[in-house]
């Protein structure tokens, strides 16, 4: 199994550009969610999925956007890229084990807007 | 979200074991007790959970204080390896919730020779 796998491993971006970053599991989690770190801090989760179709924010979503059409797939859409959104980007999965299992997580995305 | 007080940095000797602290004061009855850890440049990994009974893995032992407002997380023998900043999260299984992780900022482990 690969895990939870995100691409690309990096990308710098121009302020406005837009991008989308990928995120597969092949674990058949249902549960899937995105995060961003920023330098020295701890994660913060910007949307989150509970299955194929449904999707809801998490505590910072402004600025993104996100689909889940598979159970395979999440990917994170960002339209308008701004320097603020400069970070790492985590992707993870976990079963509906309502809290009794592990996340799982990729090993990231670092995105520069310049 | 129920809250969690870590220290913010610890230091060990290598080969000597580590008992990293944390503090949920207002742990409800349905929080787990998660534990992840972050090695540098890499995501976080899952170490190690519980609810009200010590646990141990191969990675790990938790142990939970009876009233459930604490715990610590054992590294029975740290190796460099070992080096990275340790999460300790709350995690609602409410039935109907997404159960979503919560990150602070953890605990800097420094291992040294």
């Known amino acids: 199994n690969a895990g939870v796998t995100q691409t690309p491993k990096f990308r710098i971006l121009k302020i406005g550009q837009s991008m989308t970053l990928q995120c597969a599991q092949d674990m058949n989690h249902n549960y899937m969610y995105w995060y961003r770190q920023d330098p020295g801090m701890g994660l913060k989760l910007i949307y989150y999925?509970?299955?194929?179709?449904?999707?809801d924010k998490g505590e910072v979503p402004n600025g993104y956007n996100v689909s889940r059409s598979t159970t395979e797939d999440f990917p994170l859409r960002l339209e308008l890229a701004a320097p603020s959104q400069t970070s790492v980007y985590f992707c993870?999965?976990?079963?509906?084990?309502?809290?009794?299992?592990?996340?799982?997580f990729g090993s990231g995305t670092r995105l520069t807007v310049v | 979200d129920a809250k969690t007080t870590q220290p913010n940095s610890m230091e060990s000797n290598e080969e000597e074991p580590v008992h990293l602290p944390c503090n949920h004061s207002?742990?409800?009855?349905?929080?787990?007790i998660h534990w992840y850890r972050q090695l540098p440049s890499q995501g976080p990994e899952y170490v190690i959970h519980?609810?009200?009974s010590n646990v141990n893995n191969r990675m790990a032992s938790l142990a939970i204080a009876e009233d459930r407002k604490s715990s610590t997380l054992i590294l029975h023998r740290a190796t460099l390896r070992d080096a990275a900043v340790y999460y300790c999260i709350l995690r609602d299984v409410t039935t109907g919730t997404a159960s979503k992780l919560t990150f602070g900022t953890g605990t800097r482990l420094q291992v040294t020779l």
């Open positions: 519980g609810l009200t």
């Open positions: 207002t742990i409800s009855g349905t929080d787990y």
């Open positions: 999925s509970v299955g194929a179709g449904i999707t």
């Open positions: 993870a999965s976990s079963p509906p084990g309502q809290g009794r299992e592990g996340y799982t």
